[in-house]
């Protein structure tokens, strides 16, 4: 048996890395995604543009824009003389928030009374908006307890500071790149399973197949275990390109992640081999491969967290094998996860991984028979 | 046929459109992919951006250390309690907290440390309350930590207002203008009727003229009496009208179930839609034309045009915040000229003179794309 599932092994993989178009299909657009998705997909803010209309009678207000034009969060900080101006710039997506100092700013600090300072939001990008709120409330806010300080009143104002865990200075890339392990390996996975039986069916070689002296479960485990190694393959790559080139800290053991990655690809390809045995052309797999990756990927917590679904559709990505596999890649890597944490997502994997699996199976059987 | 009389040749030459309309018009009727890629596609994307991509953190469980309970000290902590923002739980010792943290199972720990009560009372010193978020998502870490620096400023001044006496505090009054629930569904929807309409312009065009080119019924169409530009015309007014009909269904949903605002005209929306299919149509006809094989194809419009739109075309990612380099791309696609007009039609209103260079810029890709689809065309026949 195992001379046979070699050799059937060795077929199938030459098949895929044979073919230079699939072979391009399987290099190029991997590394061109690594690049683009991690310079370009990022939520973080920088060189932001905004306005300030200081109307402030006092010299505080214009203490003030001093601190907001040295954070290095803003590349522009244009002033305005009128609001008529900052309505302008916000309405043509000039500046994405002004800020207003009213005109009893300073003396309401120095009376000790809550002194305010408005901000205007463009809502069109209300997650760029809010962040920048965010920075431009930490500035006003230390701004008002040094002031306090060093007047000497009474400082109800609280200086907050913040700490962030696992990642200290919020580094998108931190976030994104290993999320792209994940994705890559389910890509590729995917991919390649789903063009597999499809490819032997649209050119007739599969009939060839079956009248070869091999068992159904031969076949099928030499269907598994080529896109099995082009995966881990893949990984690996990403995994070294993740620490060496990005930076991001490896915390955690690299035995756990290959662990849950074996769990995970194995899920994957029960998918592809059952959108495999369904389709009959490659055009079909690959619109079928699409069809899954789409929902699979946004409903993942890859690009924005799972917490934030309605809660009907928080239970339904209970079954999308890619929401636990990202916890534990970016659990491994950036959190230093342990043996019970990994375990933890791994589990569900693994039972997805025998569902598809056997679903995959038999619809194989069935098409064999 | 005798071509001699200009208004016969100009007759026959709009009947021969028409009747490849009409052709291309039962083709995409009979043919399930383009009902797949122009009906299904859209309604599941809409569904996922609608429902599932969402960026607004709701109710974000924290835990609140309290180190040193005191009057002041409780009130801030029910000041959290209360926000609508936060579901928070109370302790005495961070390190309650700490495990739960790691696995995900709580946003962030506010630290109100033991000092902070004789901090508050004393002159000169300046209270501290510690916020630790998890890194992991710098996005949602970064919310986390706006929302609590909005309550502990509120709750300072609202201290300062109620007990009557002084105290400096501050704070900050935001407004949120066009979009005051902060609903990041108002902008994705919008932005996801750009790639409906990358998906049925580009990739569904050069998968149908593709298989005509790989079946050779291109060469068939082009033996007959239809020269080349009647021969695109056919083809880019169906998909031209198919688009529009997408974008127009994904608008509705957008509006009707979504209930996203619509504030600017419908003319505004079409007129900018139908810009933007333009280039759309054009890249599509190109890349059939070069690659005339389906799975080249599909593969090309799905690399050089699903990806730039959802990408780089600043619809969920800042393009201010990208490496220059990357910047400069993005001037090279054209959703991203489409974005900012198609979120104002629906959030802020009619802003003619940024619709109008949007439009101008699109309709010039448009003109180069075409020309060039055109070129690619007469070539393969020579």
């Given at each position: 048996m195992w001379v046979r599932l070699f050799a059937l092994v060795i077929k199938e993989l030459l098949v895929v890395l044979r073919d230079p178009r699939s072979r391009t299909l399987l290099i190029g657009p991997p590394l061109g995604q690594l690049v683009l998705f991690a310079f370009a997909a990022t939520l973080e803010i920088k060189n932001a543009d905004i306005i300030v209309l200081d109307r402030d009678q006092g010299s505080s207000g214009a203490e003030l824009v001093r601190r907001i034009e040295g954070s290095p969060t803003f590349r522009s900080v244009a002033a305005a003389h009128d609001p008529a101006e900052v309505q302008d710039a916000l309405d043509r997506q000039r500046v994405i928030a002004a800020v207003e100092i009213g005109p009893s700013f300073s003396r309401d600090l120095a009376a000790e009374r809550p002194a305010s300072v408005q901000v205007l939001l463009d809502g069109r990008r209300s997650n760029t908006a809010q962040i920048v709120d965010s920075y431009l409330g930490e500035i006003v806010g230390s701004f008002i307890a040094d002031d306090n300080q060093r007047a000497r009143?009474?400082?109800?104002a609280p200086r907050v500071v913040a700490r962030n865990w696992f990642n200290p200075n919020l580094t998108f890339q931190w976030f994104t790149v290993p999320g792209l392990i994940a994705i890559i390996a389910l890509l590729i996975a995917l991919i390649v399973t789903s063009l597999s039986v499809a490819r032997e069916r649209e050119l007739g070689t599969f009939d060839q197949l079956m009248v070869a002296p091999l068992r159904t479960h031969e076949i099928l485990l030499g269907k598994m275990l080529p896109p099995l190694m082009i995966g881990l393959v893949l990984v690996t790559v990403y995994i070294v390109a993740t620490i060496v080139i990005f930076g991001v800290p490896l915390r955690g053991s690299l035995v756990l992640l290959y662990g849950g990655t074996m769990f995970f690809l194995a899920a994957v390809i029960g998918v592809g081999l059952f959108i495999s045995s369904l389709a009959t052309t490659q055009q079909q797999a690959i619109l079928g491969a699409f069809l899954f990756m789409a929902p699979a990927v946004l409903l993942s917590g890859f690009a924005t967290p799972i917490e934030n679904m309605p809660k009907w559709l928080q239970h339904v990505t209970l079954v999308n094998p890619l929401r636990y596999y990202l916890v534990i890649v970016r659990g491994v890597f950036l959190k230093g996860m342990d043996f019970a944490d990994v375990a933890r997502s791994t589990a569900p994997l693994a039972v997805i991984a025998i569902a598809t699996l056997s679903v995959a199976a038999w619809l194989f059987r069935r098409r064999m028979e | 046929m005798t071509v001699a009389d200009p208004a016969f040749a100009a007759s026959a030459r709009a009947r021969r459109v028409v009747a490849l309309i009409g052709k291309e018009g039962r083709q995409i009727v009979r043919d399930p992919s383009s009902i797949l890629i122009a009906v299904v596609l859209p309604l599941i994307l809409l569904f996922l951006f609608g429902y599932g991509v969402s960026l607004d953190v709701s109710r974000t469980r924290i835990g609140v250390v309290l180190e040193a309970p005191s009057s002041t000290t409780r009130s801030l902590v029910a000041a959290f309690q209360t926000s609508p923002y936060f579901d928070a739980r109370v302790g005495t010792d961070r390190r309650e907290f700490g495990d739960a943290l790691v696995r995900g199972q709580l946003g962030g720990i506010v630290v109100i440390p033991a000092t902070f009560d004789v901090d508050a009372r004393t002159r000169g010193r300046a209270p501290e309350i510690q916020i630790i978020v998890d890194g992991t998502e710098p996005n949602t870490a970064a919310l986390v930590q706006g929302y609590a620096r909005g309550v502990v400023a509120t709750w300072a001044a609202q201290r300062v207002t109620d007990a009557g006496r002084t105290g400096a505090a501050s704070a900050i009054a935001d407004r949120v203008w066009f979009n005051p629930a902060r609903a990041s569904r108002y902008f994705l929807v919008p932005g996801c009727v750009a790639l409906v309409m990358a998906l049925v312009g580009t990739l569904l065009t050069a998968l149908v003229v593709a298989r005509e080119w790989e079946r050779g019924t291109m060469e068939a169409l082009m033996a007959t009496p239809v020269s080349s530009v009647e021969l695109l015309l056919g083809k880019l007014i169906p998909y031209f009208l198919l688009g529009l009909a997408s974008m127009t269904l994904c608008a509705a949903i957008a509006v009707f179930a979504f209930h996203v605002p619509f504030r600017g005209s419908v003319a505004a929306l079409y007129a900018i839609s139908s810009a933007f299919l333009l280039p759309a149509l054009g890249q599509g006809l190109l890349i059939s034309a070069a690659t005339k094989n389906q799975f080249l194809a599909s593969q090309l419009a799905l690399l050089s045009s699903f990806l730039p739109t959802f990408l780089l075309s600043g619809f969920l990612f800042e393009i201010s915040s990208m490496p220059t380099v990357i910047q400069w791309i993005t001037y090279i696609v054209p959703a991203r000229w489409l974005i900012p007009s198609l979120q104002s039609v629906f959030?802020?209103?009619?802003l003619w003179p940024m619709f109008a260079r949007s439009i101008a810029i699109l309709v010039g890709f448009g003109v180069v794309m075409l020309a060039l689809a055109v070129r690619a065309t007469r070539k393969r026949v020579a």
């Open positions: 009143r009474i400082g109800t | 959030l802020t209103g009619d």
